[in-house]
Nanobody, 116 residues
Framework: QLQLVESGGGLVQPGGSLRLSCVAS????????IMWFRQAPGKEREGVSC????????SYADAVKGRFTISRDNVKNAVYLQMNSLKPEDTAVYYC?????????WGQGTQVTVSS
């Protein structure tokens, strides 16, 4: 009933682009802070980007600054992560998280592979 679903992952060459989507059902995302995380095999999960609620403030990990852009579409109840100039080190499973006070919703993740 309450779901958060990521999509848009795939295989791209270095320098390519992908647009990840995080779509909610059963609740409205505009009340939640949204965060993107990623985890590569053998590595710890790391935060990638975050977007606030009404203010729409955004933040990015140093590794993706200038290349990734997070945005909201409240009408579609979705959040996006535009990823440009992708590097092999961006390869990971990307997860979307919606947070409100003590409530946390996680998506199932979408695989991003950057390889030549």
């Amino acid at each position: 009933q309450l779901q958060l679903v990521e999509s848009g992952g795939g295989l791209v060459q270095p320098g390519g682009s992908l647009r990840l989507s995080c779509v909610a059902s059963g609740f409205t995302l505009d009340d939640f802070v949204i965060m993107w995380f990623r985890q590569a095999p053998g590595k710890e999960r790391e935060g990638v980007s975050c977007i606030g609620t009404i203010s729409g403030s955004t933040s990015y990990a140093d590794a993706v600054k200038g290349r990734f852009t997070i945005s909201r579409d409240n009408v579609k109840n979705a959040v996006y992560l535009q990823m440009n100039s992708l590097k092999p080190e961006d390869t990971a499973v990307y997860y979307c998280k919606a947070a409100l006070v003590q409530i946390n919703y996680w998506g199932q993740g979408t695989q991003v592979t950057v390889s030549s």
